[in-house]
């Protein structure tokens, strides 16, 4: 199996910044996309962005240009730095681990337990 856990969420204000990131652990051989998701109360869970093993993003519309996620394949670890944070980004952030080739060449897809985000104004 493959664990997720992340960490750097909390309360920020308007216009503030934060940095999460995200630990893959398990019996990983490979991971092909790493990302992260967001699900605000009483909304659908949205893509914020993930990056591919080869370093290329990919951001939701509601993001570009204020979030910028980045990945360390050593350390099996996605960040995402968060700038120019509104209300409207409050929510819970998940980190996903998609195509996951474990050692065992098992392929799979992972979700963490999420991290709450709250942007104050």
């Known amino acids: 199996q493959v664990q997720l856990v992340e960490s750097g969420g909390g309360l920020v204000q308007a216009g503030g910044s934060l940095n999460l990131s995200c630990v893959a652990s398990?019996?990983?051989?490979?991971?092909?996309?790493m990302g992260w998701y967001r699900q605000a109360p009483g909304k659908q869970r949205e893509l914020v962005g993930d990056?591919?093993?080869?370093?290329?993003?990919n951001y939701g519309d509601s993001v570009k240009g204020r979030f910028t996620i980045s990945r360390d394949n050593a350390k099996n670890t996605v960040y995402l730095q968060m700038n120019s944070l509104k209300p409207e980004d409050t929510a819970v952030y998940y980190c996903?681990?998609?195509?996951?080739?474990?050692?065992?060449?098992?392929?799979?897809?992972?979700w963490g337990q999420g991290t709450q985000v709250t942007v104050s104004s």
């Open positions: 996903t681990a998609r195509g996951v080739v474990t050692t065992a060449r098992v392929q799979l897809d992972s």
């Open positions: 398990g019996s990983i051989f490979t991971i092909n996309f």
């Open positions: 990056v591919s093993s080869g370093g290329f993003p």
